[in-house]
C-alpha cells in the first residue's frame, strides 16, 4: 500500500504521543540540541484545528508534522501570508532511511503550488548544525538566526529560544492549469483534507475559482484587495459580519465586498466554491511549538 497523508485525530494521540518521547530519547542519547519536552495542549489544537497530519502506511504512522499560514512572532517583518510553514515534525525511527522527509516535503509543495504561495518555511534550533545541514540537503536557505521573544503567546519551552530560520522556495515553472480539461466539482471536494484551506482549479478572466472545506470558526478578517464569492454546495454556512449574520444553505451565494471584516463558522462540514483575485487568506494561523 502507497503512504498516504491525511489528517491526525484524537485516537492518533498515544502513539503521537509515544513519537515525541521517542524522538526526545533519540536527541538526548546522541547528544543533539533538541526538545527537553512537547507541550499537549498545542498538540490537541492542532488535530482540532485541523492542521496536524500524519503520513500512514497501512496501520503504521510514520511521521507527523503540523502546518500554518502566518508565523508572524517569529517571522516578523517577513511575515507576508504568501509561505506555508512546517512544525512539530516528528519522524518514526522505525522507518528511518525511508526518506519520510521527503514525502512530507514532497506533499507541502504540491499544497503550496495550488495555494500559489511562494514557499515552505521552519524553524530549527540554531546551534544544531547537524539538523540544520540536514534541511539544506532537501533545498532550504538559511535565513537568520532569532532568539524568539518571551511571551505568553509561545509555550515555556519556546521562549527564549535561539532558532535558525529556513525557507525553500517554490518553482512554479513545472505547475500550471489546463484550460480545457474537464474538472469533476465533487471528486475535488474528496480531495480536500484541511478545512479552512482553499484548492484552486481553474482561472479565468484573472479570478482564481476555489474550493474549500470548513468547520468550525477562524479568526475575523478582511481583504482590501478583492471582493469575495461564496457558493455554498453542502452544509450550512454562517458568514459572521460585524453588523449582522447572513445564513447560507446549500445552492446559495453571497459577496464579501473588499474592506469588509467577515468571519465564516460552521456547526458541521461545509463544502463551498470561492472566486477572486488571489488565494485569501484568515485561517490557519501558527499554534506555536518547537519544530525539527
Given at each position: 500500500m502507497q503512504n498516504e497523508i491525511i489528517n491526525a485525530t484524537v485516537k492518533d494521540?498515544?502513539?503521537?504521543?509515544?513519537l515525541f518521547e521517542e524522538a526526545i530519547h533519540f536527541q538526548r542519547k546522541n547528544n543533539y540540541?533538541?526538545?527537553?519536552s512537547y507541550d499537549k495542549d498545542f498538540i490537541k489544537a492542532d488535530i482540532n484545528n485541523g492542521l496536524l497530519y500524519k503520513i500512514t502506511r497501512n496501520e503504521d504512522i510514520l511521521g507527523i508534522f503540523s502546518i500554518c499560514y502566518s508565523d508572524e512572532l517569529i517571522?516578523?517583518?517577513?511575515?507576508?501570508?504568501?509561505?506555508?510553514?512546517?512544525?512539530?515534525?516528528v519522524l518514526n525511527q522505525r522507518f528511518k532511511g525511508e526518506k519520510i522527509f521527503q514525502k512530507i516535503l514532497d506533499w507541502s509543495i504540491l499544497l503550496a503550488k495550488e495555494k500559489k504561495l511562494k514557499s515552505i518555511r521552519m524553524d530549527?534550533?540554531?546551534?544544531?548544525e547537524k539538523i540544520i545541514s540536514y534541511?539544506?540537503?532537501y533545498g532550504f536557505k538559511f535565513i537568520e538566526n532569532y532568539t524568539t521573544p518571551a511571551t505568553e503567546d509561545l509555550p515555556i519551552q519556546h521562549r527564549n529560544l535561539r532558532v535558525?530560520?529556513?525557507q525553500l522556495d517554490i518553482d512554479y515553472s513545472d505547475f500550471s492549469f489546463d484550460s480545457l480539461k474537464k474538472i469533476n466539482i465533487k471528486q475535488e471536494f474528496a480531495t480536500i483534507n484541511l478545512y479552512w484551506s482553499q484548492k484552486i482549479i481553474g482561472k479565468t478572466n484573472g479570478q482564481l475559482i476555489k474550493l474549500a472545506k470548513?468547520?468550525?470558526?477562524?479568526?475575523?478578517?478582511?481583504h482590501d484587495d478583492q471582493d469575495e464569492l461564496f457558493i455554498l454546495y453542502k452544509g450550512n454556512l454562517t458568514i459572521q459580519l460585524r453588523d449582522r449574520k447572513i445564513e447560507m444553505y446549500e445552492g446559495d451565494m453571497?459577496?464579501?465586498?473588499?474592506?469588509?471584516?467577515?468571519?465564516p463558522r460552521a456547526d458541521e462540514e461545509v463544502e463551498f466554491l470561492i472566486m477572486g483575485l488571489s488565494v485569501t487568506s484568515g485561517s490557519a494561523v501558527c499554534n506555536r511549538n518547537n519544530s525539527i
Open positions: 494521540l498515544p502513539i503521537i504521543y509515544q540540541v533538541g526538545w527537553n517571522w516578523r517583518e517577513n511575515e507576508n501570508s504568501d509561505a506555508i510553514y512546517l512544525h512539530r515534525i530549527t534550533w540554531a546551534d544544531n534541511y539544506k540537503s535558525a530560520l529556513l470548513g468547520k468550525g470558526e477562524i479568526k475575523w478578517h478582511k453571497f459577496i464579501v465586498p473588499k474592506g469588509i471584516e467577515h468571519c
